[in-house]
């Protein structure tokens, strides 16, 4: 069973910087298409970024030449490099490892808080 532990949310000031990781477990994260998702209050959860079995990316016009998603598989893990953070970036954001099989068995995360806040 595929299981992924995220940590490094929290609280920092407009303009800071802020870094995410997602340990995944029961797999690796080679195989697999992972995905950093976001949901704001009362907002729908949006795409952040992601990375492919082949290292491509791709990025939400939002957090362009601002995030900056990788992952280190000697260590099974995902990041999400986040810098120039703005109170928009507020959110509980979520790594997800997606299923071949679809969406429906896509495996996520806990989710971490990040609050953007002076």
């Known amino acids: 069973q595929v299981q992924l532990v995220e940590s490094g949310g929290g609280l920092v000031q407009p303009g800071g910087s802020l870094r995410l990781s997602c340990a995944l477990s029961?797999?690796?994260?080679?195989?697999?298409?992972m995905g950093w998702y976001r949901q704001a209050p009362g907002k729908q959860r949006e795409l952040v970024a992601k990375v492919y079995s082949d290292l491509s990316t791709t990025y939400a016009d939002s957090v362009k030449g601002r995030f900056t998603i990788s992952r280190d598989n000697a260590k099974n893990t995902v990041y999400l490099q986040m810098s120039s953070l703005t109170p928009e970036d507020t959110a509980v954001y979520y790594c997800c490892a997606h299923s071949l099989s679809g969406a429906r068995y896509d495996s996520w995360g806990q989710g971490t808080q990040v609050t953007v806040s002076s």
């Open positions: 029961g797999s690796r994260v080679s195989v697999y298409t």
